[in-house]
């Protein structure tokens, strides 16, 4: 998901019986598994949502009915990774002054219902609470520049483009990394363990990482690695500096396979980062939503092409179906949200099957109404097909990434290519 989206999303919260063979590596199942340990087989599944009243366990909050009741349905897929979008210049408007407990009305884009909570400080309790009990390890993505520490506008930009989709400048990058320690201060304050990080969201994206290249043509050799790689280096000094136990992943890359003079393909921008930084991380996200070209393939031959000596586990930290676009409309057809659920069941068991793929991530609970994948309507009053499909892949029904994958869980499906 762009940032564009992303930016609006978090301002309208405030307004077979067979196991396949293992893989190498994975993810651990739980915070009291180490990297040293042999790694986790099949397919581990987590969401992102960013309103804190349905991440609360049930019963801890009085909340509204309608919230009460997805919240419920959240719990009893049981994720066993929560995606957390850190949107900077709405959490640090002001240099060295970051506000954790913006009160947010709990509306989706102005739309109703609406349950109020603190932010960011609530978001990181009810990641806490869930985590004592189980699964939620955390994934903490970074996206966005505040004005006050972009670079000047370069290169091949988009009309209109803002400060916020430029690169931090270099003098600013103590700024980034002073942010970093101060939501892991947050996190220690509620016991909230944020145990992986990933420096930028979408940073093969304009909207995200302006520009992508120095003249618009896309035979122009592409900057934002460049721009990715300063950013990254920054997350891994705060992150060796900074008390606990936190890992580094890469990537985050839209679901872009061929190059344009305003974006980088998959393969290009893994390619043109740095061996070292390459190499150093153990796990690759990947953004990939279901009826648009799976994009594994693209992510393994970029990363190949640095012969690292361990090979990266694939965590797919955005997918789901509907109408991944901005401003496209979701069918009303339930036969042909069956036929999409069952797309995502086909897709599940594909990713399960690959080796390379560890880890799925549906892209929100509540549906963005300009952005229409997510699991439940934006007024609350119903759900989609999918929502049992994800249930039936989470932790309260597969313990273990390794468990055969479910039936599926989508009702009479359309014919193939229905949707």
């Known amino acids: 998901m762009t940032v564009a989206v992303l930016g609006s999303a978090l301002a309208a919260c405030g307004g077979s019986d067979q196991k ?12 009291s598994v180490t990297r040293a340990e042999k790694p986790l087989r099949g397919l581990a ?8 009243n349905f991440v609360f366990p049930p019963g801890m909050r009085q909340l509204p009915p309608e919230f009460a009741r997805w919240a419920k349905e959240l719990d009893a897929m049981r994720p066993g990774f929560y995606r957390m979008l850190l949107d900077w210049p709405s959490l640090e408007p002001q240099p060295g002054e970051p506000n954790f407990e913006i009160p947010q009305t709990g509306c989706l884009r102005g739309i109703p219902p609406c349950a109020s909570f603190k932010g960011l400080r609530d978001q990181m309790a009810a990641l806490a609470a869930q985590q004592k009990r189980g699964g939620f390890q955390a994934l903490v ?7 006050w520490a972009a670079r000047p506008a370069s290169g091949c930009e988009r009309p209109q483009t803002a400060a ?7 003098d600013q990058l103590q700024a980034y990394q002073r942010f970093i320690g101060e939501v892991l201060r947050l996190a220690d304050q509620e016991g909230a363990d944020l145990r992986y990080w990933s420096p930028w969201n979408e940073p093969n994206h304009p909207y ?9 043509s896309s035979d122009a050799k592409a900057v934002a690695p460049a721009r990715y790689a300063e950013l990254a280096g920054a997350m891994q000094s705060a992150l060796d500096q900074a008390p606990g136990d936190q890992e580094m992943v890469l990537g985050e890359l839209a679901g872009l396979p061929r190059s344009r003079p305003y974006t980088s393909g998959i393969r290009e921008f893994i390619e043109a980062l740095p061996k070292d930084l390459v190499c150093s991380a153990t796990v ?14 693209d992510v393994e031959e970029g990363l190949a092409s640095f012969s690292c000596p361990q090979k990266h586990a694939i965590w797919m930290t955005e997918t789901g179906v509907g109408a991944a676009g901005l401003g496209r409309k979701r069918s009303a057809s339930e036969k042909k949200q069956r036929g999409t659920c069952a797309a995502l069941h086909r897709r599940l068991v594909r990713w399960y099957d690959d080796e390379r793929v560890t880890a799925a991530f549906q892209y929100t609970l509540r549906e963005d109404d300009v952005f229409p994948v997510g699991l439940v309507t934006t007024d609350l009053k119903d759900s989609y097909p999918s929502l049992d499909e994800w249930k039936a892949w989470g932790q309260a029904k597969r313990p273990r990434p390794d468990d055969p994958p479910p039936e599926e869980s989508c009702g009479e499906a359309a014919p193939p290519g229905a949707h």
Request: charged content about 20%; hydrophobic content about 25%; aromatic content about 4%.
């Open 20 to 31: 396949k063979p293992q893989k190498t590596p994975a993810p651990p199942a739980s915070r």
């Open 45 to 52: 599944v987590g969401i992102t949502e960013p309103n804190a």
């Open 141 to 147: 993505v970074i996206a966005g520049t505040p004005e």
């Open 164 to 170: 916020r989709s430029r690169a931090p400048r270099k």
């Open 208 to 216: 995200s990482l302006s520009p992508q290249r120095p003249r618009c």
């Open 284 to 297: 690759w996200t990947q953004h990939g939503y279901i009826g648009g070209v799976n994009p594994v393939d």
